[in-house]
């Protein structure tokens, strides 16, 4: 039967014995494309043609490099034989189906959110107001009721899915699947939902709370050391990216060992 426990204890031994080589990986793939996004949004100015053009490149390369470090995290959090540049070839091998998963699972996201969009439209919301002073358009007391509960039903059935597709980056990575990566998450996650959505909930949480505490204490800081606000912002930013960056290697390595308990893979069990 698989646990919780001992999943945490087998990432936990995982995170001991491999933390500068998945640290290496973190910080490449992860943490500086990061600053040099964090540094894009600070430095360039808000709602000009530039903010918008370069924002928007570097957003998707980040987001395309940040993948394939996570492709990479699992490849060595699934086996304590793979080397670094094993990691970065399995990776680089499975990036192209991984982003394709990626890219339906947006799209899909997309389609779940669109009633949203249909409602505010249809009730003759003036989006000029917002775009001009910032104000929140008068959408009417139905409109209102029917997206706080459709709001509700979204980060309910949300979690659930989001629970159940949690191992698809790591079956396409293992198993070398596409699309059907998502049947094969749903069947493997089978009767571990509620443990699963228990783990993301607390992850989540903690997450928000040292990356919020991490970018308000820097700012504060930095605040009363310089007099430039949009430095200040930007190293505030970095900060918190170091505590984004950690909580997501714990989350590819967490990751990469349920699947090893769910699949029942015969790997060496010592990781040095």
């Given at each position: 039967?698989?646990?919780?426990?001992?999943?945490?204890?087998?990432?936990?031994?995982?995170?001991?014995?491999?933390?500068?080589?998945?640290?290496?990986?973190?910080?490449?793939?992860?943490?500086?494309?990061?600053?040099?996004?964090?540094?894009?949004?600070?430095?360039?100015?808000?709602?000009?043609?530039?903010?918008?053009?370069?924002?928007?490149?570097?957003?998707?390369?980040?987001?395309?490099?940040?993948?394939?470090?996570?492709?990479?995290?699992?490849?060595?959090?699934?086996?304590?034989?793979?080397?670094?540049?094993?990691?970065?070839?399995?990776?680089?091998?499975?990036?192209?189906?991984?982003?394709?998963?990626?890219?339906?699972a947006i799209l899909v996201a997309m389609l779940f959110v669109l009633p949203v969009a249909v409602a505010i439209g249809l009730s003759g919301a003036d989006f000029s107001t917002m775009t001009t002073t910032g104000a929140m358009p008068d959408i009417g007391g139905g409109t209102a009721a029917f997206?706080?509960?459709?709001?509700?039903?979204?980060?309910?059935?949300?979690?659930?899915?989001?629970?159940?597709?949690?191992?698809?980056?790591?079956?396409?990575?293992?198993?070398?699947?596409?699309?059907?990566?998502?049947?094969?998450?749903?069947?493997?996650?089978?009767?571990?939902?509620?443990?699963?959505?228990?783990?993301?909930?607390?992850?989540?949480?903690?997450?928000?709370?040292?990356?919020?505490?991490?970018?308000?204490?820097?700012?504060?800081?930095?605040?009363?050391?310089?007099?430039?606000?949009?430095?200040?912002?930007?190293?505030?930013?970095?900060?918190?990216?170091?505590?984004?960056?950690?909580?997501?290697?714990?989350?590819?390595?967490?990751?990469?060992?349920?699947?090893?308990?769910?699949?029942?893979?015969?790997?060496?069990?010592?990781?040095?």
């Amino acid at each position: 039967m698989v646990t919780m426990s001992n999943v945490w204890d087998r990432t936990t031994e995982v995170l001991r014995g491999r933390a500068g080589l998945l640290a290496s990986i973190a910080a490449l793939t992860l943490f500086m494309p990061g600053v040099v996004r964090d540094g894009v949004t600070a430095f360039l100015t808000p709602g000009s043609t530039a903010f918008v053009a370069v924002g928007g490149l570097v957003s998707i390369v980040v987001a395309i490099i940040a993948l394939w470090g996570q492709l990479a995290l699992l490849a060595m959090s699934n086996d304590p034989t793979t080397t670094r540049s094993d990691a970065y070839a399995q990776a680089s091998a499975r990036l192209l189906p991984a982003i394709g998963v990626t890219i339906v699972a947006i799209l899909v996201a997309m389609l779940f959110v669109l009633p949203v969009a249909v409602a505010i439209g249809l009730s003759g919301a003036d989006f000029s107001t917002m775009t001009t002073t910032g104000a929140m358009p008068d959408i009417g007391g139905g409109t209102a009721a029917f997206i706080g509960l459709y709001a509700l039903f979204l980060f309910a059935f949300g979690l659930f899915i989001i629970a159940r597709i949690m191992l698809v980056n790591v079956v396409v990575l293992n198993e070398r699947r596409g699309l059907g990566a998502f049947r094969r998450s749903f069947e493997l996650t089978r009767g571990l939902t509620w443990r699963i959505i228990g783990v993301l909930i607390l992850y989540v949480i903690v997450l928000a709370v040292a990356a919020s505490a991490a970018q308000f204490i820097t700012g504060a800081v930095f605040g009363l050391l310089l007099d430039d606000a949009r430095t200040t912002t930007f190293l505030a930013a970095v900060v918190a990216g170091v505590v984004t960056t950690i909580f997501s290697v714990i989350a590819a390595v967490f990751t990469a060992q349920l699947y090893v308990a769910v699949a029942q893979r015969g790997v060496a069990t010592v990781f040095e």
